[in-house]
């Protein structure tokens, strides 16, 4: 009939949507929008377009968007948080995403404008987007300076809190007693593995530009004594001893000549037993895994690497000595896979 001829498909409506959705998201959360109606306020239009220094136009069209896109609620007394912004939006919440999403608004929205080029050069666009010839990733691109450096290790920081406990849990570690997380960042991780196993060392490995500033990430009132702090570079300084390494999001940053090295002195410092946790998004061979699939394109826009297969990864580990591979896919951000040193 006429009406389902003229129906536009709703699933190329949402696509056709989706990056205004995210801006006006992100947008929101680099206003503190979501800040500003913490707890229980309700404001008009114009006290929030006053505290945020913005048009009163311009934001009523902001929040309105926001509340058709569920983040915000509008009643008589004016506009205030829903539950979902106020546990994941709000920046200071527990769980808070505002690092990744300020990582997503200002470092790979811009990348991604580049898309075109990035699919038809197959590489990534950091030179068109911030206008500059990035040879060292982490270097010149997210630590050039202090700003990019610590909104890189928020975004990281954030992300991992949401997932740690997931990853942490996806297989009984208890066996290992002391771990050393390669490219941990700020010790997210570590922080969820020693309260999970009260046997369990941890030393976070990373940059030395990383581990100068990680002492505002950590929590207050905890122990964190089994969490040790170690500066270097993995690919040419020495690595610390462990009976369980961890590689989180750090292969898919690479190339495959890099993971080889990377991968095998990994395994050199390996002894039978010893074991390795990868954290990574899976691809699915049915191509049902949106996100991991995404993630790739994101992968290519930014880094040299990408994200693999189970089959893949499978291969990897087998190639450096690593048997007995076993995947969860957990569906959610992070899948893990646990392998041992033969
Ligand atoms: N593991 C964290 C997570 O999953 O949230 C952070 C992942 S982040 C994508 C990659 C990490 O690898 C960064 O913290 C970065 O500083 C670190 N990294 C990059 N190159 C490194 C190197 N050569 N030596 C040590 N760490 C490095």
Not at 75 to 87: D, F, I
Not at 96 to 120: C, Q, R
Not at 163 to 173: E, I, Q
Not at 221 to 228: A, K, P, V
Request: glycine residues 6%; contains cysteine.
């Amino acid at each position: 009939d006429m009406e389902s001829l003229t129906k536009f498909p709703s699933t190329l409506v949402e696509l056709l949507d989706g990056f205004k959705a995210s801006k006006a998201m992100f947008v929101a959360c680099k206003l503190k929008v979501f800040d500003l109606l913490k707890g229980k306020a309700h404001l008009k239009a114009k006290d929030v377009a006053d505290h945020i220094s913005a048009s009163v136009c311009g934001t009523e069209r902001l929040l309105d968007s926001c509340t058709a896109l569920q983040l915000l609620k509008k009643t008589n007394q004016g506009y205030s948080n829903t539950g979902l912004a106020e546990k994941y939006l709000v920046s200071d919440s527990e769980y808070s995403l505002h690092g990744y999403i300020m990582h997503a608004n200002d470092h790979v929205w811009p990348l991604f404008t580049h898309l075109e080029s990035a699919v038809k050069e197959g590489t990534n666009q950091n030179h068109r987007a911030f206008g500059k010839n990035v040879q060292d990733l982490f270097q010149d691109s997210y630590y050039h300076s202090m700003e990019t450096k610590l909104r890189f290790m928020n975004a990281m920081h954030s992300i991992m809190k949401l997932t740690a406990r997931d990853v942490a849990t996806a297989f009984d570690l208890s066996r290992f007693r002391s771990a050393c997380d390669l490219g941990g960042c700020t010790g997210t991780l570590a922080q969820v593995l020693i309260q999970e196993y009260p046997n369990l060392k941890v030393t976070v490995f990373d940059l030395p530009d990383v581990i100068e500033n990680v002492s505002g990430f950590q929590p207050t009132g905890q122990d964190t004594s089994r969490i040790t702090f170690t500066s270097g570079d993995f690919f040419k300084d020495n690595i610390p001893e462990a009976d369980l390494y961890i590689l989180s999001r750090v292969l898919h940053d690479w190339p495959d000549d890099k993971i080889d090295a990377l991968l095998s002195k990994i395994s050199d410092l390996c002894t039978p037993g010893s074991g390795l946790l990868l954290n990574e998004m899976v691809l699915d061979d049915k191509n049902r895994n949106r996100s991991a699939w995404l993630q790739s394109l994101n992968m290519l826009v930014q880094t040299e690497g990408k994200e693999r297969s189970s089959y893949e990864y499978r291969c990897l580990l087998e190639q450096h000595g690593f048997r007995n591979v076993k995947i969860v896919q957990t569906g959610s951000l992070l899948d893990t896979i646990l392998c041992t040193k033969c």
